[in-house]
């Protein structure tokens, strides 16, 4: 069984700053990716960052030079520094993980249960 479960979140004023984190555990393999998504009411849920565990790293273009995503391998734990929030920023952050169990030989996604940002202008 692996969960990932997120920390932080919460209200911030615009221009304020925000750090999710999310753990990853269980019977766990190996970590491919882990990444951030949001879905903000009546949006469909979009990817945020992501990062591999070689550390390489993806983001939207609308958090580009804001956000930052990082890993600590060690931890099976990712973390996403939000800056210079904006109110459109705001929505449910979930976290994914691509993740191989100890008794798999594939990789499976992996929701966390989400966390809700709220940026007030």
Known sequence: QVQLVES?????QAG?????SCAASGSIFNIATMGWY???PGNERELVAV???GASTNYADS???RFTISGDNSKNTA??????????????????AK???SYSLRYDDYWGQGTQVTVSS
Do not use: F, H, W
């Open 8 to 12: 932080g979140g919460g209200l911030v």
């Open 16 to 20: 304020g700053s925000l750090r999710l």
């Open 38 to 40: 949001r879905q903000a």
């Open 51 to 53: 990062i591999t565990r």
């Open 63 to 65: 958090v580009k030079g």
């Open 79 to 96: 973390y996403l520094q939000m800056n210079s929030l904006k109110p459109e920023d705001t929505a449910v952050y979930y976290c994914n």
């Open 99 to 101: 993740i191989r169990g």
